[in-house]
């Protein structure tokens, strides 16, 4: 009977042992997905980060001159058309575009 009883403690243990190692994999996949996730976040924000400054290097020239000018509504309904037309052009930007909102000053 003891022979039975080591044989049976002995298989249990191998399958708690296999058990274990399902675990351990499982866990090591969860963390691969998670590094790949976050890898992934990372990179979209950097290229959101460079759509940005790009947004702003090119609305900078135009309102500058309106600002010389003093025609700041005009400056942001020409920075709007054109981002508008850039939009219509890539048809395939799924990005809201945010437009700069200048307060004109009354001159009295």
Known sequence: MIGEEAEHALQEAERKVTESQAFQADAEAAEEQALTA???AEA???VAE???YAAVDRADP???EAKEQGDHVEA???VYQSYSAQEAVDNESDITLK?????TQEIE
Do not use: D, K
């Open 38 to 40: 976050a890898m992934n």
């Open 44 to 46: 979209e924000a950097e």
């Open 50 to 52: 460079g759509m940005a």
């Open 62 to 64: 135009l309102l500058e």
């Open 76 to 78: 942001t309904r020409e």
């Open 99 to 103: 437009i700069p909102h200048v307060q």
